[in-house]
């Protein structure tokens, strides 16, 4: 399984950005999909995750009412909108996939994308 990441850019706080993640190499339908960050000296944080039908999806307390993830099963991609971008949303974003939808930490994930940088500017 791959996961290529891309989307990412420099915006200016208060803009918009859409980043999405295409899968390869074996279908999705099955599995949940997430996004992380990773900023500057920071270690990797969960930003939001959906399930595989999409009926489940949560966000970490910083991507709520800012964020929306969604998926296509059948064009195999994953998707974060991210508006209201403020400059402490500067990170390298990753897209990851798992079986199973709880506890989104790090060490859950089976597959990770290779990340797309995000910089907001004031």
């Known amino acids: 399984v791959q996961l290529q990441a891309s989307g990412g850019g420099l915006a200016q706080t208060g803009g918009s950005l859409r980043l999405s993640c295409a899968v390869s190499?074996?279908?999705?339908?099955?599995?949940?999909m997430g996004w992380f960050r990773q900023a500057p000296g920071k270690e990797r944080e969960f930003v939001a995750a959906?399930?595989?039908?999409?009926?489940?999806?949560d966000y970490s307390d910083s991507a709520k009412g800012r964020f929306t993830i969604s998926r296509d099963n059948r064009q195999k991609v994953v998707f974060l909108q991210m508006n209201n971008l403020k400059v402490e949303d500067t990170a390298i974003y990753y897209c990851a996939a798992r079986l199973g939808f709880r506890s989104w930490g790090p060490s859950r994930v089976d597959y990770w994308g290779q990340g797309t940088l995000v910089t907001v500017s004031s």
């Open positions: 959906i399930n595989w039908n999409g009926d489940m999806i």
């Open positions: 190499g074996r279908a999705i339908s099955d599995s949940a």
